[in-house]
């Protein structure tokens, strides 16, 4: 299974998902690909996995995933079933914001709004801070709750 994937418009909230998992996620919406062909287009040029509930695109792009699920929780099954590991990684890999490389970064660069005594990782595209806290804490759950 790939690790670059491309989800349409329909799949959008899977994004901060995929890419919390490692996976390098473009999302249609945020490149303006709207026409069925342009994301076709995109999937096949870039050699991403296509992630859609659109039937027709599904049928229509080589190696696309259809979801049918309309809740998260749902999604994320059935994209496990169809070979993609839902996990969070040790440490994250992506930024959840703009799918750019995150780096940890010295304790004399932290953000002041980030908490004592955890890692903190910047987005090297965005700029973005993260660290363990609980939004990584909701997405673990949500990760375990599906999988049981």
Known sequence: ???????????????TYLRMCGYDTVYAGEEN???????????HASGRTL????????????GAILLTDREIEGQLAELQAHGVDIDLPNEPERCSVCNGRVDAIESGERPEHAP???????????GQFF????????????????SQ
Not at 33 to 43: T, V, Y
Not at 51 to 62: E, F, G, P
Not at 117 to 124: A, H, L, M, P
Not at 131 to 146: A, L, M, R
């Open 51 to 62: 992630v859609t509930r659109d039937r027709d695109l599904a049928a229509s792009t080589d």
């Open 131 to 146: 660290w363990k806290g609980s939004h990584w804490e909701q997405v673990q759950e949500t990760i375990e709750n599906f």
């Open 33 to 43: 690909l709207e026409a069925d062909a342009a994301i076709r287009e995109r999937a």
């Open 1 to 15: 299974m790939s690790r670059q994937l491309l989800l349409d418009v329909m799949v959008g909230k899977l994004s």
């Open 116 to 126: 004592d005594g955890v890692t903190v990782w910047q987005c090297r595209d965005c």
